[in-house]
């Protein structure tokens, strides 16, 4: 069995943590039969296991010696760094002389790994990881959702009595950027509606800091 080894980037936020789903399917896609296995400097990367989106996830709390030992006893195949701009990082990676290996262009990353992509951050977060694995034309035009359209199927809804309350909670941020406003949460409820047929008495609300803060239904 092939493994797959993600250095995922070094944010322990649920929404820094989300975004590398779409790679991680991608990887899925391209090799069913692999073992996808995380690593990360915090236990959180395990949501990402949970959510059945890797096999496995281990934590590093020490640098070039314990990771390259646990890559060793991983025995990857194949090595993605998501972090750039760590050296050590990347010269752990050529120690353990994996098959394949993927990495952001730098001076030292164009030495150590067999393919290289451009650290943009312009692009979107998903998409520039997208972009170790597929090219940055490709990753520019990849579905990000194909993972949850995936699950979508098989998910199902419990309550415990009727009617029920879908909630949409906007994210929050330092940037205006990640500020949608109430406007566009309720465009987003309107879709949720139409994907999701609301019944008799139930209601779809935008709530702010645990205050609701518009509804539609």
Known sequence: MRTVAVFVENRPFFGALLVHVPLLHALRRRDPDARLVLFAPFPQARLLVDAGA??????YTGRF?????????????????LRPASRWLDLAVAAARPRASAGYASWLGRLVYTRTAPHDTAVYRPRKYLALLTGRDEALRAPLDAHFRALGPRATLRTAAWPRTLAVLPGGGAGD?????????????????????????????????????????
């Open 177 to 217: 950027f990640k500020r949608w406003g109430p406007e566009r949460f309720l465009a987003l409820c309107d879709a949720l509606a139409a994907e999701d047929t609301i019944g008799p008495g139930e209601t779809l609300a935008v709530f702010s800091d645990g205050i609701p803060e518009a509804q539609c239904g």
């Open 54 to 59: 890797a096999d496995d996830a281990v934590e």
């Open 65 to 81: 010696a314990q990771v390259l030992a646990l890559l060793r006893r991983a025995r990857a195949d194949e090595v993605l760094v």
